[in-house]
């Protein structure tokens, strides 16, 4: 073996442009599957970072086939009833402002249950977790930092526990730092932090929370998600059957609320990461494909050095080597190559890791965890040793069998082999693939890119408010807040309109609200139409751009105290007033479980439907807005519609609203556009990635095409060269390699095409806009491989022109 | 020790027709003679060779070396045979240009599976008997013909096999490179190697004891040499 491996490295020393160009392959093709299974492996394939972690459960409601947050007396119900986990825990997302310590910041955060570490079973990394009792009182108001406020804010200061800070302008006790792999679980609804992504800044306990009426309101699905620690042999189906039990007897007890209310659980690694396993896989699928193009293409190079090296082989196998030996020699060769392919791929997987997190959508889970550790290595050596096998088997079965008899009489192949042919159609189908995949996702991507929004997102700024429930009490007090806010706002020069909305646009998560129809028969609880809800100040539609359709817009006399006014989208006003004028209809809502009777709200005007969510995946969800000033809203968005760019007026905004509060932080700015741009992340991602492992593959197969071409337009000098001298003019021959190259080509697309087709079921759910069998598509990428192919034919067919019969005669 | 009977060779060709290389071989060789096979180009020479060492399979006829059929044999089991028995010089001389001279001798050694400190011994004494010791760290480049010929021939016997096969074994050579080559065949012939050859030259047929001569494939006639 030694004397194998030895004779390995001499044999690439010998010929340093094959083994530099085949290491270099290699190490791309290995590089980019190591750097794609890293986060896989990260993401998907690693256990949450917690005890005993296959036995964590997400918890949440059901109502008709949607998911629902649970109520907090729902959740107490099932923590008392059920049989099936050690504990269960809720959470609620809610943010914190702090001031009183410089310039005030807006912080992420969530409130949960103390069972909340008992379940994760997680210790904290500095003082203590929530006792039981501080789920139901404030006590101290106490606090827990995530690790990374406590370092990047707090400088990791050793003495924290204990520290005052002030939050919604309550003063709060740090009691606690938890450990940095608690932030991995999130709520559904947490929103980005300064940073940008979706980690937890800081916990509160629900005591904050006890005298709210949603902590006691059964209907009041408001946020709160749970989490649970089956117990010892207690498996996910039989604790499904369990929490049926309980749901059946809520359902029983309180019909108001709980009708057709189920209670959906499932393992909380799928729901932390489920949503994105498709999108890896298919970024693992693409990049296995282009390793599996470099193998061809190396092997496409190892078979035509087996001409060079037949008589060697043929020698051996005359001085005693068994068939055996031979091809273990000859593997040891490609496991040497691909060894260093492999030590290249690992360290450009290394080095791009943090390009790899910087491309990742900020809301991919675990991003931090993303790391090249041992089980990421032993992928790397496995796909090493599968690469050297797939590449150099065939070559090595091909010499193995090399006669010295028949060496000593060859004259060479008057073709190129039936094997290298073989390879290059399989590259070129693969690439076909690829480029399908690529142009389909680029189309998808495009389609959701040039998707009308229904407003003009150019010139549009947002900033992000919070008001302190305790200043701002009141809804007079808000009301007041904001529209003193606007006033100042919109006389800044620079400023054509500024309104606020509830909501935030293309935040990743949009509020819902149940309703009826005045005059038309009431669905049960649990299966009124659900409707996209956002309060507005008067101006909205002007600043966003949306031309009102019909009736009137909101104005500034719609305030509390006046009649209840709303406006509906059109997709609303189609789908439950057909043929007939909805203006001056009615809509109704129950507002609680214990309030039996329902609030009217008259229809004032009808606008054009809006995309404020995730470009063109949602399904149509009809669109309800409300006046801001007829209900009370402590968290909401500012949009300002700007003559220049909007950035710039990003200073004096901050000076106008310290002006009215000096201790509000003003968080999540950007653009409009930029909000848009971010929506699509994953389609971008997934768009650059493929396109980007799809150009590379189709610079490997014409690689791999001029190589077999080049190959073979040596191997026919004497041919080419007869063919000269017998009166072939140069076009003839010219066409001849052509000829060849695209017959090769064409059985690749061919076959291509057909591969592609049948992934189409696969991608269906990647693409929108386009057909997954797009003929456009298709028809592009034939037309460019062709292209490509015909430039990588160019070159050897000239070569092959440029033979003198006389030469190639002689030399033969 | 060798004994052939009704050997033939041939390729198929279109329409069923066959083109024949050897026809009808009858040979029988005693141990310890020095054959020489000679003839015109065509004759079939280094294809009776090459069926003698076992390399091509897709003869007919009865091959026996010494009390074992041949031809009963499966591929795996003649070639063990042959690399127990038989020893190989190829006109080109076929050394492995990536190994050196050492290295070179060492690997028929290592094919038949001989430990590392037995193939150092039989390595340096056959280095020591052919007067090469100097040499053992150079490549085949850097070796005249007539030296690397000399390796092959050390090559050859270094499994000490007991039939040596040589295909023109100095037509690459200079005369004093060939006379030097023949008379090292000579002391092989004399110490108890069976040996083989196919030459065009009269002189060096003369080296052994009896010449055959082929011609179309077929054995035109047996004669003894000196």
Same mark, same amino acid.
Request: hydrophobic residues 45%; charged residues 20%; neutral net charge.
């Given at each position: ?17 094959? =083994? ?21 492996? %990260? ?6 970072? @917690? ?15 949607? *998911?629902?947050?649970?109520? @907090? ?25 702090? =001031? ?14 103390? %069972? ?62 938890? %450990? ?10 947490? +929103? ?16 904050? @929370? ?18 649970? &620690? ?118 450009? +997987? ?55 008899? +028949? ?16 390879? /290059? ?18 189309? *998808? ?19 992000? /408010? ?15 807040? @904001? ?106 809502? &129950? /507002?609680?479980? *214990? ?59 901050? =000076? ?44 490997? +197969? ?46 690749? /697309? ?29 028809? %592009? ?32 | 020790?060798?004994?052939?009977? #009704? ?104 094919? #038949? ?41 050390? #090559? ?53 004891? #009896? ?16």
């Amino acid at each position: 073996m030694v004397a194998d491996l030895k004779f390995a490295f001499r044999q690439l020393r010998k010929s340093p442009g094959f =083994t530099l160009a085949a290491i270099l392959m290699l190490g791309v093709g290995i590089g980019i599957n190591v750097a794609i299974y890293s986060v896989i492996n %990260s993401v998907l394939l690693s256990e949450l970072p @917690y005890p005993e972690p296959d036995r964590l459960v997400a918890i949440s409601e059901t109502i008709g086939d949607s *998911t629902w947050p649970t109520s @907090y007396p729902d959740y107490l119900d099932w923590k008392t009833a059920q049989h099936s986990f050690d504990d269960v825990a809720v959470s609620r997302r809610d943010d914190f402002n702090l =001031t009183g310590n410089g310039e005030p910041e807006r912080f992420s955060g969530l409130f949960v249950t103390a %069972s909340y570490f008992r379940v994760l079973k997680v210790s904290p990394k500095v003082g203590r977790t929530f006792f039981d009792e501080e789920d139901s009182a404030p006590g101290v108001n106490p606090i827990i930092l995530s690790e990374h406020l406590w370092r990047s804010r707090f400088a990791a200061d050793p003495t924290i526990v204990g520290r005052k800070l002030v939050l919604n302008t309550i003063s709060c006790e740090v009691v606690g730092v938890a %450990s940095e792999n608690l932030s991995i679980i999130r709520n559904p609804e947490t +929103a980005r932090n300064s940073q940008g992504t979706r980690n937890v800044d800081l916990y509160a306990p629900f005591g904050f @929370y006890a005298n709210r009426p949603y902590m006691h309101d059964r209907s009041s699905r408001l946020g709160f998600y749970g989490i649970a &620690r089956l117990k010892a042999g207690v498996s996910i189906e039989q604790a499904a059957a369990d929490l049926k039990v309980i749901a059946r007897n809520l359902e029983l007890k309180y019909p108001d609320s709980n009708t057709n209310v189920g209670i959906a659980v499932s393992s909380l690694h799928d729901s932390v990461i489920g949503q994105y396993r498709s999108m890896l896989w298919l970024l693992e699928t693409a990049v296995a494909l282009v390793l599996l193009i470099t193998c061809a293409n190396i092997a496409n190079l190892l078979l035509v050095r087996t001409a060079v090296r037949k008589k060697e082989i043929a020698v051996r196998a005359a001085l005693g080597a068994s068939w055996g030996r031979l091809v273990r020699q000859l593997l040891t060769e490609s496991v040497v190559l691909a060894f260093l392919g492999g030590v290249l791929g690992c360290l450009l +997987a290394f080095w791009s890791k943090d390009l790899i997190a910087s491309l990742s959508p900020h809301d991919l889970p675990r991003l931090q965890e993303i790391r090249l550790d041992l089980p990421v290595f032993a992928f790397g050596a496995l796909i090493t040793l599968g690469a050297s096998l797939l590449f150099g088997l065939g070559p090595a079965w091909k010499l193995s069998k090399a006669e010295l008899n +028949a060496v000593s009489k060859s004259v060479g192949d008057s073709h190129p082999h039936r094997s290298l042919s073989a390879l /290059i159609i399989g590259q070129v189908a693969f690439a076909c693939v690829l480029l399908t995949g690529a142009g389909l996702l680029t189309r *998808t991507f495009r389609a959701l890119e040039s998707e009308p929004l229904g407003f003009k997102p150019n010139h549009l700024l947002m900033v992000g /408010i919070k008001l302190p429930g305790l200043k701002y009490h009141e809804p007079s007090d808000q009301a007041k807040f @904001y529209e003193e806010l606007l006033e100042k706002v919109e006389r800044l020069p620079g400023v054509k309109a500024a309104a606020i909305d509830d909501d935030v646009p293309f935040g990743g998560f949009r509020s819902q609200e149940h309703f009826a129809v005045t005059g038309q028969p009431q669905s049960r609880y649990g299966e009124e139409p659900s409707a996209e809800a956002h309060c507005i100040s008067p101006d909205y539609f002007r600043t966003m751009g949306i031309p009102p359709l019909r009736g009137r817009s909101f104005r500034r006399d719609d305030v509390l105290g006046k009649p209840l006014v709303i406006m509906i989208d059109e997709e609303l006003a189609r789908k439950f007033f057909p043929g007939r004028d909805p203006i001056g209809q009615q809509l109704n809502q &129950r /507002i609680s479980e *214990t309030d039996t009777s329902r609030t009217h709200y008259t229809i004032v005007g009808i606008v054009p439907s809006v995309k404020h969510g995730e470009v063109g995946i949602e399904p149509k969800i009809p669109q309800i807005y409300w006046p801001a000033a007829q209900f009370s809203w402590l968290q909401t968005t500012l949009l300002v519609r700007t003559e220049g760019e909007p950035t710039t007026l990003l200073p004096s905004i901050r =000076t106008a609203i310290r002006s009215i509060d000096p201790q509000l932080p003003i968080f999540g700015t950007r653009t409009m556009e930029e909000a848009v741009a971010a929506s699509l992340g994953t389609q971008r991602l997934s768009a650059t990635l493929i396109g980007g492992f799809s150009i590379l593959a189709l610079f490997l +197969a014409a690689l791999g095409l001029y190589g077999v071409l080049a190959y073979s337009v040596t191997q026919r000098t004497r041919e080419i060269g007869i063919r000269i001298a017998l009166g072939s003019p140069r076009s003839g021959i010219y066409g001849l390699i052509v000829r060849r190259a695209m017959m090769m080509v064409g059985l690749g /697309i061919f076959a291509g095409v057909a591969l592609a087709i049948g992934c189409g079921p696969l991608i269906r759910h990647f693409v929108y806009g386009v057909a997954p069998y797009d003929p456009a598509t298709i028809i %592009s990428v034939a037309a460019l491989l062709t292209a490509i192919a015909i430039l990588a034919c160019l070159l050897p067919a000239r070569r092959a022109t440029l033979v003198d019969p006389i030469q190639a005669l002689r030399s033969e | 020790m060798i004994k052939l009977r #009704r050997i033939e060779r041939f390729y198929p060709l279109a329409k069923a027709k066959f083109f024949y290389v050897l026809r009808d071989i009858n040979i029988d060789i005693e141990e310890g003679e020095f054959v020489s096979i000679m003839g015109p180009s065509g004759a079939g020479k280094s294809s009776l060779l090459h069926i003698l060492g076992m390399h091509d399979h897709g003869w007919s006829g009865e091959y026996f070396l010494g009390d074992t059929a041949v031809h009963h044999l499966k591929a795996k089991e003649r070639a063990e045979l042959r690399n127990e028995q038989i020893g190989f010089v190829f006109q080109q001389y076929h050394l492995l240009d990536d190994l050196t001279v050492y290295e070179n001798l060492e690997i028929p050694l290592s094919y #038949r599976k001989v430990n590392k400190s037995e193939r150092a011994a039989v390595v340096a004494d056959t280095l020591d008997r052919f007067q090469i010791v100097g040499k053992k760290d150079l490549y085949p480049s850097q070796l005249s013909g007539g030296q690397q010929q000399i390796v092959g021939v050390a #090559r050859a016997i270094i499994s000490n096999p007991k039939l040596l096969l040589a295909d023109e074994p100095t037509g690459n050579l200079h005369s004093s490179q060939g006379e030097e080559i023949m008379n090292l065949f000579k002391k092989l012939n004399a110490d108890g190697t069976t040996i083989v050859q196919v030459t065009h030259s009269e002189k060096n047929a003369g080296y052994g004891n #009896r010449i055959i001569q082929l011609r179309d494939g077929w054995i035109m006639k047996e004669n003894n040499g000196c």
